[in-house]
């Protein structure tokens, strides 16, 4: 394989972009997913200033994730009432937010808008379905003027309701970010199989590892790359067979030291993987 195929990411934090940047490059990596920079950033000036050191240390930012004040992942009801899109009372306010995030994204030169939207109910039927599509819709178009992607974090839902969802949104900018070890964590699917109903649409990936919960309505555990059960020489090889050609964007989210040293050896990993023939 070639080089600069699959160029390896991570993803960093927005509350201090040129911190988190510098961290990027003293890993030698040279492309990252950020959330979206904290209130204080988001002047015109210093927006440029987190281009302009991008650029000066050759990082790409391939996505900005968006977050939600209010979101807790504690467990799977609490997610369902506070995380992304589903919950209706929210809505409305937080399609409105990711439509300033896509200014910002604008502003920073980033062509893609992701985010974990929520539980995406199985039946077509639910009441907040419909909703859910048009909150949909009416981004991935406000999106679109900005030349944007829009793009859903997989593994909350099994792969086979996410791809009917992104049918029934019916935009060609509407993709999603990959992530294996959510299908586990959240006992959704199996992350390797998911890749045949989702590889057309897969716009990034995460390189996370974890396995499932040992009790079910429970969250799974994560752990560092390969040694969950994801498989990760297997999904490199499925992302390898469905012609993907985008960043391999590490995610470990712990903090501190041990994460460093993980994302280090994940990057280890993924390049052996990535260059293997
Ligand atoms: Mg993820």
Redesign the pocket.
């Known amino acids: 394989m070639k080089n600069g195929i699959m160029p390896i990411g991570v ?1 960093i934090s927005g509350a201090d972009p040129l911190t988190s940047l510098e961290k990027v490059a003293s890993f030698a990596i040279s492309t990252c997913q950020m959330s979206v920079p904290s209130e204080q950033w988001q002047s015109k000036a210093r927006m440029e200033l987190i281009k302009k050191t991008a650029k000066e240390k050759e990082i790409r930012i391939t996505s900005l994730i968006c977050g939600f004040e209010g979101e807790n992942y504690r467990d799977i009801p609490t997610i369902k009432r506070t995380v992304g899109l589903l919950n209706p009372a929210m809505r409305g306010k937080r399609v409105l937010k990711v439509f300033s995030y896509s200014g910002i994204a604008a502003e920073l030169g980033v062509e893609v808008i992701q985010a ?1 939207i929520g539980f995406i109910p199985e039946d077509r039927n639910d009441p907040d379905y419909e909703g859910l599509v048009l909150a949909l819709q009416k981004i991935a178009d406000y999106c679109k003027e900005n030349n944007q992607s829009v793009s859903l ?1 997989t ?1 909350q839902e099994r792969a086979l309701v996410l791809s009917k969802f992104i049918e029934d949104v019916n935009r060609l900018n509407l993709g999603v ?1 990959f ?1 294996p ?2 299908m586990l964590l959240y006992d959704a699917d199996d992350p390797i199989k998911a890749l045949d109903t989702l590889g057309k649409y897969v716009i990034g990936v ?1 390189c ?1 590892d974890g396995k499932r919960p040992e009790r079910k309505g429970e969250l799974g555990e994560e752990y560092p790359l390969g040694e969950g059960d994801v498989g990760i020489e297997k999904f490199i090889d499925k992302l390898k067979e469905i012609g993907y050609t985008g960043p391999l964007t590490i ?1 470990r ?1 712990i903090s501190g030291e041990k994460q460093m040293r993980d994302i280090l050896q994940a990057k280890k990993l993924l390049k052996k993987l990535a260059n293997k023939e």
Do not use: I, L, S, T
């Open positions: 993803v974990h974090e593994g970010n992530d070890a959510n995460h996370k995610e989210e």
